[in-house]
């Protein structure tokens, strides 16, 4: 099956520009611009509108009246599947990973303004019970005769993945158009692998020169790189494609997480205050800060070489910022 032919509903506000940051390219020694994916707009904006608009045109079709779907408190795909519903006449419910908080700050804040269900999991008990809790949720909605829709983690599935299939054809195009050659590089942050997935397959069609790199922003029991090769894999049969990833095929930089998903790093807080400083982008401490950080710590050691171009997937993210304002303002202490 042809991209084109894959159900679709329009969503994000998009083709997204690309930004050059000339200020950021010449500190760091690359040629550095970013896909400005924080601009998609709907529901607060951010990577997962372009999966959504494949996984909600499936959800539409199938009659859905209950949208359900998980991560992490500060979960930008949470809090987009929640406006998504909305749109579309549907009750969210997001499992979130976390105790209930005595505040609601950031996206957490917008879940409730979309008014979905929310249902926090001990984060100890996450991993074990989160497919059971959704299965929970779904069959509670079919007892009322309400089909159930379940969005897995990251919108992380061969359909999911098109979003970004459909991203690198748009980069593809846009690149065209101004005369620029593809970069060596394509970065984005690697939280469930969805992106990624998308990313490596729409390079095979539109950039087969350039190299994907996932910046790992949490911890995985099952290795991204086997993880994503199988969504890819997955994904190529969906559009009748030939190619096929092993692990081998999947670069993921594991040493920029930090403490831990969520909680943010000394690296990515210096990122963000860099970004900040020099482009007046802004950047989160669970997502891309992370994964800015990759890119200059890449850079330090040479595995993203001095002089190359590279390509960064901003993903959004700028409502996680406020809930950790006490500690990217510690610097004013005293």
Not at 142 to 149: G, P
Not at 169 to 187: D, F, I
Not at 281 to 294: C, H, Q, R, S
Request: hydrophobic share 40%; proline share 5%.
């Amino acid at each position: 099956m042809k991209l084109e032919a894959i159900p679709r509903l329009s969503l994000g506000y998009l083709p997204t520009p690309i930004e050059k940051m000339e200020r950021l390219s010449a500190e760091l020694g690359i040629t550095l611009s970013v896909k400005r994916d924080d601009f998609t707009g709907f529901g607060g904006g951010g990577n997962k509108v372009r999966k959504l608009e494949y996984l909600m045109a499936d959800a539409v079709a199938q009659g859905v009246k209950v949208l359900i779907t998980t991560g992490g408190h500060q979960s930008n795909h949470a809090r987009m599947t929640a406006a998504a519903a909305r749109k579309y006449g549907m009750k969210p419910i997001l499992v979130l990973r976390g105790n209930r908080p005595d505040l609601y700050q950031g996206n957490l804040l917008l879940d409730h303004l979309f008014g979905a269900e929310i249902d926090f999991l001990d984060p100890d008990a996450y991993f074990t019970e989160i497919n059971p809790r959704m299965a929970h949720h779904a069959a509670e909605a079919e007892a009322r005769d309400e089909k159930a829709y379940i969005i897995p983690l990251g919108g992380a599935s061969a359909l999911g993945a098109m979003g970004y299939v459909n991203a690198v054809k748009e980069l593809s195009e846009q690149y065209a158009a101004a005369g620029t050659p593809a970069p060596r590089y394509l970065v984005a942050p690697v939280g469930s692998g969805g992106t990624l997935a998308g990313l490596h397959i729409g390079c095979s069609l539109y950039w087969p020169e350039t190299e994907v790199v996932g910046i790992a922003v949490t911890g995985s029991a099952v290795p991204f790189s086997e993880r994503i090769a199988v969504m890819a894999n997955a994904g190529a049969e969906l559009l009748d494609l030939e190619k096929r990833w092993t692990a081998d095929d999947i670069r993921i930089e594991n040493d920029y997480i930090g403490p831990g998903y969520s909680i943010p790093s000394d690296a990515g807080n210096a990122a963000i205050k860099l970004a900040g400083n020099r482009e007046g982008m802004l950047l989160d401490p669970v997502y891309t800060g992370k994964a800015f950080a990759g890119i200059i710590g890449c850079v330090e050691k040479g595995s993203i070489e001095k002089g190359s171009s590279v390509l960064f997937i901003h993903c959004g993210g700028s409502p996680a910022l406020f809930p950790y304002a006490g500690l990217l303002t510690s610097d004013l202490a005293g």
